[in-house]
């Protein structure tokens, strides 16, 4: 996917979500408003450099105990808010079937085979917002066999607005594609996004041999088996 393609579905989408605001009761916000201000980028959060500590491998670990498959972008225990109805998820590890389900359904929406260290766009419906969806890794001829879950929601749609406001005026910057995908990154990562900051990261990662090498130093650092009790 390239740089230039992602600006358009995102531009695509914000006169999408505009579109919506003039038809429902959304305020818009002004153009002058600016990102908040992080502490610390989200490149040095992946290679464990910022101030935020990294998860406890005893509660928040991204690697199943016993087990070495690991979602390394999704963090457990917990819903996720995600921005993108198009999340994109990297995968470390032995082959899974990646399955999704609506909250109170027991029919998957998406299913996707996974074999090792993989980086899998969502290619289901689009994702509604208020909705919790839980993501499953599975083995592939026994759907019991659960092995690691997620779960993820779409933020509102107001915030959605806001937030594709924002993407704009950070994709009208100066500066290479690279520099601006770091930008959304960091601007993803000050709004609690994390999924989405870790999909601006992969999308560059062919390009910029520091967000390749952020990204292997935070999956081993994230990945690693929690100890034993």
Request: glycine share 6%; proline share 9%.
């Given at each position: ?7 358009g ?31 610390g980028n ?14 406890d ?5 991204r ?9 390394v ?19 470390d ?23 090792q ?5 969502y ?14 890794a ?13 779960q ?29 995908a ?5 601007y993803?990562w ?10 601006e ?29």
């Amino acid at each position: 996917m390239t740089n230039r393609y992602q600006t358009g579905c995102r531009f695509n989408r914000l006169i999408g979500l505009i579109t919506l605001v003039i038809t429902l009761p959304i305020a818009l916000p002004s153009m002058a408003q600016s990102p908040p201000s992080a502490s610390g980028n989200f490149l040095d959060w992946l290679f464990g450099n910022s101030p935020q500590e990294p998860p406890d491998a005893r509660e928040n670990g991204r690697a199943g105990r016993g087990d070495d498959y690991c979602v390394v972008s999704l963090p457990p225990n917990q819903v996720v808010p995600l921005w993108s109805d198009r999340p994109v998820f990297l995968i470390d590890g032995a082959p899974r079937s990646l399955v999704l389900f609506a909250e109170n359904s027991d029919q998957p929406i998406w299913t996707y085979p996974v074999n090792q260290r993989q980086t899998i766009t969502y290619g289901g419906p689009p994702l509604r917002p208020g909705q919790i969806y839980t993501l499953r890794a599975q083995h592939k001829d026994f759907p019991n066999s659960i092995y690691e879950t997620r779960q993820v929601e779409l933020i509102s749609l107001e915030r959605q607005v806001e937030v594709a406001w924002a993407l704009a005026g950070i994709d009208g910057t100066e500066g290479s594609s690279v520099d601006r995908a770091l930008a959304r990154a960091d601007y993803f990562w000050a709004e609690g996004l994390e999924a989405d900051a870790w999909r601006e990261v992969m999308a560059v990662q062919s390009q910029s041999e520091v967000a390749a090498e952020a990204i292997a130093t935070a999956t081993e650092r994230l990945c690693e088996p929690p100890p034993a009790e």
